[in-house]
Structure formats: structure tokens, C-alpha cells
């Protein structure tokens, strides 16, 4: 059964950078199609970056050129690195798969101004 578990999280200032990890247990991260979301304060979950098999990389327009995505063959992890932080990143990160599982906790990332 395959199972993701974020991490990483944290409070930092606006305008520094947080690295998030997506461990993959289960299974191999290099054969699954891995997906990081935001659900910020009151809102729904939203999808910022993803990476397929073949390691194109996918981003949401809010976050494109602050954040960048990869995978970890050797330690099965799919990270998100975020730069440039902004208050409006506060929320709870998620890591999940096409197609979906189960969501885990999360990891809390908060950005103060």
C-alpha cells in the first residue's frame, strides 16, 4: 500500500525559503505522478506543483518562479523547494498521487510579514 508523509514545515518571514519533503513509502516516487497542494486559512485545497514520471514539472501561476519541485530517486522523496515566501503561502501543505490517496496530516508552513 502505497503512503506519503509530508514534512518540513515551519514559521519563517516573508521573503525566505522553506524546503518541504514528500517521503513515498510503497512504492518507487520515480513511478508515480506526485502532486504538492496548499490549503491556505478558509479555502479549499488547491494544487501548486506537481511532477510527472518522466519528470516534466507542472506549476500554478501563484507560484511559478518561487517554488520549485523535484524528485529524490536514491531517497524516494518528492521535495518542494519554496523561495521567496509571502504571507499568502500560509497553510497546510499536502503531497499526494494520480490517481489520489488517502491525504496524510500535512505539514503546517506559515509565513509572517
Known amino acids: 500500500q502505497v503512503r506519503l508523509v509530508e514534512s518540513g514545515g515551519g514559521l519563517v518571514q516573508a521573503g525566505e525559503s522553506l524546503r518541504l519533503s514528500c517521503a513515498v513509502f510503497g512504492s518507487s516516487a520515480s513511478r508515480n505522478v506526485i502532486y504538492w497542494y496548499q490549503q491556505a486559512p478558509g479555502k479549499q485545497r488547491e494544487w501548486v506543483a506537481g511532477i510527472n514520471t518522466g519528470g516534466t514539472t507542472y506549476y500554478a501561476d501563484s507560484v511559478k518562479g518561487r517554488f520549485t519541485i523535484s524528485r529524490d530517486n536514491a531517497k524516494n522523496t518528492v521535495s518542494l523547494q519554496m523561495s521567496s515566501l509571502e504571507p499568502e503561502d500560509t497553510g497546510v501543505y499536502y503531497c499526494?498521487?494520480?490517481?489520489?490517496?488517502?491525504w496524510g496530516q500535512g505539514t503546517q508552513v506559515t509565513v509572517s510579514s
Open positions: 499526494n498521487s494520480l490517481p489520489r490517496l488517502p
